[in-house]
């Protein structure tokens, strides 16, 4: 047994919030409780280890992710720079340690930031003319490749646009080297694949980043490559972070096959919701919207699924116990998601189905006559905080008084939507604390843009933050009871932080670093 007292724990258990104790025997929480009393059940074989008044959380879990880009991407060009100088900078620089038809890869530029917009292959190729360079945007909506690039997938003038997509063109025609959505896998089809064993080894290296920010716990929505190294890591003990897997919906049919379904698995890795797209990005202006884009209106953004399509593949993931996870940006999209749920429901309850927990993943903006329509159908809200902080401009300008119920927090917490918070990594920094700031706070590190924040009534308190990125992820994932608190019988999964996040000043959130972490009741950051 091992027992952590002189703690300032914040346990999330409705029988006892706070406690000075914890004590932890094969891997669970065996009590919670005070020093006292937890101290008294210590035998002469008992690890006791005082903290010094740390505060303890239970270990926090990012609700949406992909952890496979995110693992291999550490080893990317880092394109999240304020001019598109230091990103053309930063490319030339590893491309001049590049061999000679060796791929470049980059991740993060968003032309939202940057004066000239977008960049251009010929920019690209005036440094690699003689290798491919392949770019993915920080929404992973839009993608730049150089001219080498281009020709190695036989994209020219005269490549229809695919269906859904779009390749940006010149007044002649001709590919500038921006591809949007569906186009980028024109390119992305011929880069060399990794391998199985490839994402393992890179995932198997991300997991301490993940843990010193204070993850235990992830949903990811990458693909099949992903699961398969997931499981090798699993099989030989060596996934050592909770992990809920997406299935892709073009695998919707072989889960089917083979009687999947939601929440089967292991204690570290279980099978999550089938993933669907309903549109596109704010980014590159592809989330569909109901009324057009501020000063283009002609674009209304690209629209994937609507409600009857969404419904069609609901029916057939329901009646194999599949949940579903939908993709939804714009105000149409989500309008189109919430239709399609409010018939999932019904045919449910008509079949005597279970209600499944479904997600909508991002609902970035909603029509104020959709806010109530989430927690009237029992919908769960899969957000990321830090795009408010980094989107909060680019809303604005595309978007305009539509921005006020984006990233709307506050107003559908308090309609009863259930909230589960995480990042979209590698789309932005996976830290937790970084989330927890931009939703208590709605700002950046530097303050800005007032001290109320952006849009500051949706603003959230610190303790509903930390519920959803601890409980709630919990129960969408269906492990209530096991995870997400700390309480006798739940997994022993908990940060300990050097101060506390609830005595600070908010607007320091962000600087919040763990000093240990522990899954399973092994340490596994800090010792």
Not at 122 to 141: E, I, R
Not at 382 to 389: C, F, L
Request: aromatic fraction near 8%.
């Amino acid at each position: 047994m091992l027992i952590l007292h002189n703690i300032n724990a914040y346990t999330l258990w409705q029988s006892q919030p706070q406690a000075s104790a914890l004590a932890i025997r094969d891997g669970k929480i065996l009590a919670v409780g005070s020093q006292e009393d937890i101290l008294a059940l210590a035998d002469r074989n008992t690890e006791r280890i005082d903290l010094r008044s740390a505060t303890v959380w239970p270990g926090l879990t990012d609700s949406h992710l992909h952890l496979q880009f995110y693992s291999l991407g550490l080893k990317y060009v880092d394109c999240e720079t304020e001019s598109l100088a230091e990103c053309l900078r930063r490319v030339a620089a590893t491309a001049a340690d590049t061999l000679p038809g060796q791929w470049v890869r980059g991740h993060g530029w968003n032309q939202n930031d940057w004066p000239e917009g977008f960049g251009t292959a010929a920019m690209l190729d005036a440094f690699a003319a003689d290798k491919p360079v392949y770019l993915t945007s920080k929404s992973l909506h839009s993608s730049w490749a150089n001219s080498f690039a281009l020709r190695l997938a036989g994209i020219t003038g005269s490549t229809p646009d695919p269906a859904g997509g779009v390749i940006q063109r010149d007044s002649a025609g001709n590919p500038t080297g921006i591809l949007f959505e569906s186009a980028m896998e024109l390119l992305e089809n011929i880069i060399p694949t990794p391998t199985a064993d490839d994402v393992a080894l890179a995932i198997r290296e991300a997991q301490p980043t993940l843990w010193r920010m204070g993850l235990t716990g992830v949903h990811d929505f990458d693909r099949r490559t992903s699961f398969m190294a997931l499981q090798s890591l699993d099989a030989a003990g060596e996934l050592k972070l909770r992990t809920v897997k997406s299935i892709p919906l073009e695998d919707l049919s072989y889960a089917v096959g083979v009687g999947l379904e939601t929440g089967f698995g292991s204690e570290f890795l279980r099978i999550g919701s089938v993933k669907l797209f309903a549109d596109g990005a704010l980014g590159p202006q592809t989330a569909a919207m109901l009324q057009s884009y501020k000063n283009e209106p002609a674009n209304t953004g690209l629209l994937f699924l609507d409600a009857e399509q969404i419904l069609e593949h609901g029916q057939l993931a329901a009646k194999s116990g599949i949940s579903l996870a939908i993709h939804a940006i714009g105000d149409r999209a989500n309008h189109e998601v919430l239709k399609a749920y409010a018939q999932l429901r019904e045919f449910e309850t008509r079949e005597n189905r279970l209600h499944l927990r479904h997600r909508i993943e991002h609902v970035q903006v909603l029509h104020p006559d959709h806010l109530k329509l989430l927690a009237a159908n029992q919908i769960i809200a899969s957000m990321q905080p830090i795009h408010t902080t980094s989107d909060m401009d680019t809303a604005d300008r595309y978007w305009g008084s539509r921005a006020r119920y984006a990233y709307a927090f506050n107003t559908l917490q308090n309609a009863g939507t259930r909230l589960i918070f995480g990042s979209d990594a590698p789309v932005e920094s996976p830290n937790p604390f970084w989330g927890i700031h931009a939703a208590v706070t709605r700002r950046r590190h530097s303050g800005y843009p007032s001290a109320d924040g952006w849009n500051g009534q949706e603003r959230i308190t610190l303790q509903q933050a930390l519920e959803s990125y601890t409980i709630h992820p919990a129960f969408a994932a269906g492990r209530e009871g096991h995870l997400g608190a700390l309480a006798p019988g739940y997994h022993a999964d908990l940060i300990v932080l050097p101060t506390d996040p609830f005595k600070m000043e908010p607007a320091e959130l962000h600087t919040v670093k763990p000093d240990r972490v522990m899954v399973g009741g092994q340490w596994v950051s800090g010792v």
